[in-house]
Structures are given as structure tokens and as C-alpha cells.
């Protein structure tokens, strides 16, 4: 693991976002985080390299990054690519916020606060295990406002679904009313959890990797 600055000792967030095939988006996220004074006194940066073609680039670049935007963060490095849960896992291995933040690396903040209001959402309505976000594409239309599941019979799979994809974000009721609605489910491309229970669910369920790679190696 590579440190760079002097990260919050006790933070109340971790901040965790893995890296897979593009890296350059790091920058984008840090000039907004550098924004976020809040942010900044309350939450630890945790970048996972998932994917060992950028390591280099990552760390050579780091320092640069840090000088530039004065947001501490980390470099953690898992020796292999272990998809999305498992980076995600490891990631938390070595947090400390009491309340976890999952977020993908090409989503970028709009406006400060978004992380600890969704964080605050949480903590004030203790019935939700888990918060998703309004994610906009980047014209403004929506990329996701929670999820539905449809079944294909010709893959035979449960498929999952965006229906609001593409529409304007006022068409979203939680976007109308400013409140938490009841989805079926969220993408963990921005999610926020307690520490607590992602303890208690054993975090992300990795068998769908080990699954892939036990599929690939009978072949």
C-alpha cells in the first residue's frame, strides 16, 4: 500500500473506488473531492488497483496528483485482478470510517456534500442497509435511479435494468421530492454503507468471480 499526504486519522467515511483498466479518471475525482472542505476533515481515499497493466503508471503519477490537489489518499494493490467484490473487499480491509462509501471511478461529484448527506440519509433512517445515488450521464440525463430485474427466457437469467435510463432527472420521484424511495435494488457504482453491516453481510460475495475463473480454466 502507497500513502500519499497525511490521511485522516479517525475518519468518519471511507471513500472506496477501484481501479480497472483506466486510471486517468483519478484526477477528475480528486479536483472535486479538493472542493469538498467537509469531505476532506471526515473522510479517508482509498484507490484499489484491480488491473496490473496500470500500477506503474498509478504510482508514478501519484505524488503529482497529490502536490496538484492536496487530497490524501491510498494506493492499495491486490498482486491480481480480483473483480469488482474482491477489490471492493480489499479496500475495506484496510479502511476505518465507521460508514463505507463505494464509488466507481468515472463518477464525479456535481456539488460538495453529496457524501456526507448520503451518509447523514443513512444514519437518520436506520430502517435502508444501503443508499444508492442519482447518477446523470454526462449530457444530463440519467444513467440510473435504482434498478429492476427481468427475466430472459432466452439466456435463461435474471437481467438487470435501468428504466429510467437516458430520461431527464425530473422524471425520477426521488429526484421531485427530495427523498429516499424504496428501489429494488441500487448499483454499487455509489452506494453507502455502515461498517457494522457490511461486517454482518460478509461484504461483497465473490463466488461469481471464482465461478468465471473456474468456467475459464476447463476450457
Same mark, same amino acid.
Given at each position: $500500500?502507497?500513502?500519499?499526504?497525511?490521511?485522516?486519522?479517525?475518519?468518519?467515511?471511507?471513500?472506496?473506488?477501484?481501479?480497472?483498466?483506466?486510471?486517468?479518471?483519478?484526477?477528475? *475525482?480528486?479536483?472535486?473531492?479538493? *472542493?469538498?472542505?467537509?469531505?476532506?476533515?471526515?473522510?479517508?481515499?482509498?484507490?484499489?488497483?484491480?488491473?496490473?497493466?496500470?500500477?506503474?503508471?498509478?504510482?508514478?503519477?501519484? /505524488?503529482?496528483?497529490?502536490? +496538484?490537489?492536496?487530497?490524501?489518499? =491510498?494506493?492499495?494493490?491486490?498482486?491480481?485482478?480480483?473483480?469488482?467484490?474482491?477489490?471492493?473487499?480489499?479496500?475495506?480491509?484496510?479502511? =476505518?470510517?465507521?460508514?463505507?462509501?463505494?464509488?466507481?471511478?468515472?463518477?464525479?461529484?456535481?456539488?460538495?456534500?453529496?457524501?456526507?448527506?448520503?451518509?447523514?440519509?443513512?444514519?437518520?433512517?436506520?430502517?435502508?442497509?444501503?443508499?444508492?445515488?442519482?447518477?446523470?450521464?454526462? /449530457?444530463?440525463?440519467?444513467?440510473?435511479?435504482? +434498478? $429492476?430485474?427481468?427475466?430472459?427466457?432466452?439466456?435463461?437469467?435474471?437481467?438487470?435494468?435501468?428504466?429510467?435510463?437516458?430520461?431527464?432527472?425530473?422524471?425520477?420521484?426521488?429526484?421531485?421530492?427530495?427523498?429516499?424511495?424504496?428501489?429494488?435494488?441500487?448499483?454499487?457504482?455509489?452506494?453507502?454503507?455502515?461498517?457494522?453491516?457490511?461486517? /454482518?453481510?460478509?461484504?461483497?460475495?465473490?463466488?461469481?468471480?471464482?465461478?468465471?475463473?473456474?468456467?475459464?480454466?476447463?476450457?
Amino acid at each position: $500500500m502507497w500513502t500519499f499526504g497525511i490521511p485522516v486519522t479517525t475518519p468518519k467515511i471511507s471513500i472506496i473506488i477501484p481501479l480497472y483498466g483506466r486510471w486517468d479518471f483519478i484526477e477528475h *475525482q480528486l479536483l472535486e473531492f479538493s *472542493q469538498d472542505i467537509k469531505l476532506l476533515e471526515r473522510a479517508e481515499f482509498i484507490y484499489v488497483v484491480d488491473d496490473p497493466k496500470i500500477l506503474t503508471s498509478i504510482i508514478n503519477e501519484s /505524488e503529482t496528483l497529490y502536490k +496538484m490537489y492536496e487530497v490524501p489518499f =491510498k494506493i492499495v494493490w491486490g498482486y491480481r485482478n480480483r473483480g469488482f467484490a474482491g477489490a471492493n473487499n480489499l479496500g475495506f480491509s484496510v479502511s =476505518k470510517g465507521q460508514h463505507i462509501l463505494f464509488i466507481n471511478s468515472d463518477v464525479f461529484p456535481n456539488n460538495p456534500g453529496w457524501a456526507i448527506r448520503l451518509v447523514e440519509l443513512l444514519q437518520s433512517n436506520p430502517v435502508y442497509g444501503v443508499l444508492g445515488a442519482q447518477l446523470l450521464n454526462p /449530457e444530463g440525463g440519467l444513467q440510473h435511479a435504482g +434498478m $429492476m430485474f427481468v427475466y430472459s427466457s432466452l439466456w435463461e437469467v435474471w437481467l438487470n435494468k435501468h428504466p429510467l435510463s437516458g430520461l431527464a432527472p425530473e422524471l425520477d420521484e426521488a429526484s421531485a421530492n427530495k427523498v429516499i424511495v424504496d428501489k429494488l435494488a441500487v448499483t454499487g457504482a455509489c452506494i453507502a454503507i455502515s461498517r457494522e453491516l457490511y461486517i /454482518e453481510i460478509s461484504g461483497f460475495d465473490e463466488c461469481y468471480r471464482d465461478w468465471e475463473t473456474d468456467r475459464k480454466s476447463t476450457r
